[in-house]
């Protein structure tokens, strides 16, 4: 009696230590898995915060690209019809002509 009581005894002790083997092992499983969730997570966070910034240059390329363009300078001069004679020298005799161009655009010509 006592033998079986024995025997008895370490079977008990046997299936306590499985199923704490299991346990731990479980516990393993779990802990691997919530790591590559954790893993996916930051992934995904990382490509969520990629889009963002990639949108928000794409936008602002947008908002540079659809602005309209800086405006002409007006010449300030008033348009000159005759020729603009410079002062001449020894080897050169250049002369200049501002006109008004029939587009309200004022041209030089140079001779």
Do not use: F, W
């Not at 306590?16 to 919530?34: G, I």
């Not at 348009?79 to 004679?85: A, G, Q, T």
Request: aromatic share 0%; net charge negative; proline share 7%.
């Amino acid at each position: 009696q006592e033998k079986a009581l024995n025997l008895h005894v370490a079977q008990e002790q046997e299936n306590e230590k499985l199923k704490e083997q299991k346990r731990e092992e479980e516990r393993e499983e779990q802990k691997r898995r919530d790591d590559q969730l954790k893993e996916r997570l930051a992934a995904l966070d990382q490509t969520r915060d990629q889009e963002r910034e990639l949108k928000e240059r794409l936008a602002e390329l947008d908002r540079d690209h659809s602005s309209p363009p800086p405006a002409k300078r007006q010449c300030v001069q008033p348009p000159h019809n005759k020729p603009l004679p410079l002062p001449s020298s020894n080897t050169t005799n250049i002369s200049m002509a501002s006109r008004e161009e029939e587009d309200g655009r004022t041209s030089m010509e140079v001779s």
